[in-house]
């Protein structure tokens, strides 16, 4: 077991236990609550395993649905995120995603931006989506969907910030 999978499963641990027994009981404006374990489905090596992602973001969502008595939204949700990466990676970074790290080196701040903004906005529209489950409450769904994801960005790009590699 090298470093990369043991910074990997205290950050999986972390933000699981983070999302479910803090940020889970912020309820900004009585309805918003961040989700800053998509930090985790986010920063995932691009170079490992998809698969292992999928059964990961499975787990995730599983665990955090059982901490907090969900109805399955968070799973459903993080295994969609999981599944759609690779897709959203290649939409967002072109022909910099063929190359080793060119993610991070060889991009512009707006094909990250755009990632963060697509990994975010799909995960909480299918989150929504499952938890409300109906046509009538379509309003709630976007209303929560936009105002959640505008704050779930906001932490989670201060969060990529506070990591950030000096140079």
Known sequence: MNSDNIISIFQFIFLLFLQAFLLNNINLFGF???NLYLLFIVVFPLNSNSTLLIVLGFLLGLLLDLLTQGSGGHTIASLTIAFLRPYIVKFSFGVNYEIPLGMIQG???SQRLLYLTLVI???HLVLFSVIYFSFDNIITIIKNTLFTSFFTFILIYI???LFKEKK
């Open 107 to 109: 991009s512009l701040p």
């Open 159 to 161: 969060s990529l910030g």
């Open 121 to 123: 906005f799909v995960h």
């Open 32 to 34: 918003i609550n961040p």
